[in-house]
Structures are given as structure tokens and as C-alpha cells.
Nanobody, 123 residues
Framework: VHVVESGGDLVQSGGSLRLSCAVS????????IGWFRQAPGKEREGVSC????????LYADSVNGRVSIFRDATKNMVYLQMSSLRPDDTGVYYC?????????????????WGQGTQVTVSE
């Protein structure tokens, strides 16, 4: 299983960004996918996740209403659309996958991780 994130960038506060997670070696309709982030000097935290089927989603309170997770099973891709970005959204964003039916924002539940993509939100 391989997980590769992309799309991180430097954006101004209030801006938008779409992160992509390419997964291979698994079928998205059997795996939960989670997005996590780690800010400098802080522990990694859950941002959002999506069930394998039928695709129910979950969001952290800190991003609810500003973030949307969705997937394209035909491309084995999962996306994190972020808007109204704030400086405290800055961090390395990770995509993770594992084979369970109900996604959770708990990193210890996920076995497969990408290397992360950097998101920096300036004032």
C-alpha cells in the first residue's frame, strides 16, 4: 500500500487549497481514509476522515464548515478541500488509510501513512 499527498502550498489567510491523496494497493471502497495535520511544536491531530462505504464523513471541530473531504474511487484519490484558511491551519498534512468500516480521527487506528505535504498560511 502506498499513500502520497500533494497540493500543499503557501497561501494567504482567507485563501483556499485542495490537498490530494493518491492511494495504491488498496480499494477505496474498503478502506477508511483520514487526513491529519501536525503544526510546529504540536502533536499530530485529526482533521477529517471518510468511511469506505457509503462515504460518510467526519470533521474536527476546528475545521468544520471550512473543510470538505471527498473521494474519486475511479482514480483512487481522496481530496481535502480547505477554505477560509487561517494561520493556525499551518502544518504538515498527512493522509492515512486502513481497513475498517467507520473512520475515526485517531491516528493510532491507521496503518498506512504518506510522507505529508506542507501547508503554510500567512497573515
Amino acid at each position: 500500500v502506498h499513500v502520497v499527498e500533494s497540493g500543499g502550498d503557501l497561501v494567504q489567510s482567507g485563501g483556499s487549497l485542495r490537498l490530494s491523496c493518491a492511494v495504491s494497493g488498496l480499494a477505496l471502497d474498503s478502506y477508511a481514509i483520514g487526513w491529519f495535520r501536525q503544526a510546529p511544536g504540536k502533536e499530530r491531530e485529526g482533521v477529517s476522515c471518510i468511511n469506505p462505504h457509503p462515504g460518510k464523513t467526519l470533521y474536527a471541530d476546528s475545521v468544520n464548515g471550512r473543510v470538505s473531504i471527498f473521494r474519486d474511487a475511479t482514480k483512487n484519490m481522496v481530496y481535502l478541500q480547505m477554505s477560509s484558511l487561517r494561520p493556525d491551519d499551518t502544518g504538515v498534512y498527512y493522509c492515512a488509510a486502513d481497513n475498517f468500516p467507520y473512520c475515526q480521527l485517531a491516528e493510532e487506528k491507521y496503518s498506512y501513512w504518506g510522507q505529508g505535504t506542507q501547508v503554510t498560511v500567512s497573515e
